[in-house]
Nanobody, 118 residues
Framework: QVQLVESGGGLVQAGGSLRLSCAAS????????INWYRQAPGKQRELVAA???????NYGDSVKGRFTISRDNAKNTAYLQMNSLKPEDTAVYYC????????????WGQGTQVTVSS
């Protein structure tokens, strides 16, 4: 079964940067899409960024121009580079992989806490 290991979360001051990593136990040629979601306490989960094998990328409106999603197929690892962080970016961030197929199977990381101080 696919296993995901996330890293890179932590506490950062507003305006700072963090890079989240998501290492997968599956070859990325089997992965149709990689998504980063986030969820703050009391709020709905939202899609932050997505990347396909193309690679095509999409970003939530609140992070466009600040966040960058990427994938390293050789390392089977996805990344989320987060710049110009704001307190409202504070949330638990989750890596989500969707395998090729119709429908694809969805796998989730354990989540990593990102806290941005004012």
């Amino acid at each position: 079964q696919v296993q995901l290991v996330e890293s890179g979360g932590g506490l950062v001051q507003a305006g700072g940067s963090l890079r989240l990593s998501c290492a997968a136990s599956v070859n990325f040629f089997r992965i149709n899409a990689i998504n980063w979601y986030r969820q703050a306490p009391g709020k709905q989960r939202e899609l932050v960024a997505a990347i396909t094998s193309g690679p095509n990328t999409n970003y939530g409106d609140s992070v466009k121009g600040r966040f960058t999603i990427s994938r390293d197929n050789a390392k089977n690892t996805a990344y989320l580079q987060m710049n110009s962080l704001k307190p409202e970016d504070t949330a638990v961030y989750y890596c989500n992989l969707v395998t090729a197929g119709i429908p694809g199977r969805s796998y989730w990381g354990q989540g990593t806490q990102v806290t941005v101080s004012s």
